[in-house]
């Protein structure tokens, strides 16, 4: 397999990965393109970027609770109630502050992965993004 690029891919050079934590402070979105030009899993494409996903105790890694540390364990995410919220990676994340996983088929438009990581098989022109929404924002990938 060819260098990852930084950026996304061009046409069908790969695959583009995403990664978006812009909805937390500090929080940032990068992109990269893992050439192939054969079918390439999910979390395979994800590693080729160096991207680290952590799972939760209770489901494994079909729950994405942290990427690449984000949010780190000591970081408090204000709840909508007032109280502040430490990601434990226990259970599922609660629904204000949740990493989601979207697929782009080449050429289209961003989906909600249905699928996790373990068995999302994606093609050369694909894109895959990690993308964490705080208080219903961002409710999509915007790229």
């Given at each position: 397999m060819a260098s990852v690029i930084e950026g996304a891919c061009v046409d069908d050079a790969g695959v583009t990965v995403v990664v978006d934590s812009a909805a937390l402070e500090g929080g940032s979105a990068q992109e990269w393109c893992v050439p192939t030009d054969t079918a390439i899993g999910a979390a395979d494409a994800l590693a080729a970027a160096d991207v680290e996903t952590e799972g939760t105790d209770q489901y494994g890694d079909q729950v994405v609770c942290r990427v690449n540390g984000v949010p780190a364990e000591d970081l408090a995410i204000a709840a909508e109630d007032g109280s502040e919220y430490f990601e434990e990676c226990a259970t599922m994340s609660p629904?204000?502050?949740?990493?989601?996983?979207?697929?782009?088929?080449?050429?289209?438009?961003?989906?909600?992965?249905?699928?996790?990581?373990?068995?999302?098989?994606?093609?050369?022109?694909?894109?895959?993004?990690?993308?964490?929404?705080?208080?219903?924002?961002?409710?999509?990938?915007?790229?």
């Open positions: 629904e204000f502050a949740y990493w989601s996983l979207w697929v782009q088929p080449a050429g289209g438009e961003w989906g909600f992965a249905q699928e996790g990581l373990s068995t999302l098989q994606l093609e050369p022109g694909d894109g895959v993004e990690l993308l964490f929404t705080l208080h219903g924002e961002p409710a999509a990938p915007v790229s």
